[in-house]
């Protein structure tokens, strides 16, 4: 089966990270654009197996606030936890 990838590098804003996630893994547009729903969708709505890559979070650091990201990089670790078929890249 063939992995489905998002790739975060170079995301300025949350809302660009829900592009992404939508374009990437053909989410319906009635997914919300928040975490919780992220963290939903991600868990069950998805099949894998899946991967998610985010190069160089201290270039992405410079629009987006460490708190926002660290949120994000939990609900992926916990995404990452729940599943077996879910495969975290991330770099500073």
């Known amino acids: 089966m063939q992995i489905k990838k998002c790739d975060l590098t170079g995301i ?3 809302e660009e990270a829900y592009t992404r996630f939508t374009d990437a893994f053909k989410l319906p547009s009635c997914v919300g ?3 919780d729903a992220l963290y939903d969708v991600l868990s069950t709505e998805v099949e ?3 991967e998610i890559i985010w190069s ?3 270039g992405s650091a410079t629009s987006m606030s460490w708190d926002t990201i660290n949120s994000m990089l ?6 990452e ?4 078929d879910l495969n ?3 770099s500073e």
């Open 12 to 14: 300025k804003s949350t």
């Open 33 to 35: 654009r928040n975490l």
């Open 48 to 50: 894998g197996p899946l």
């Open 56 to 58: 160089d979070l201290d």
């Open 74 to 79: 939990e609900v992926f670790r916990c995404v």
């Open 81 to 84: 936890n729940d599943r077996d």
């Open 88 to 90: 975290l890249r991330i």
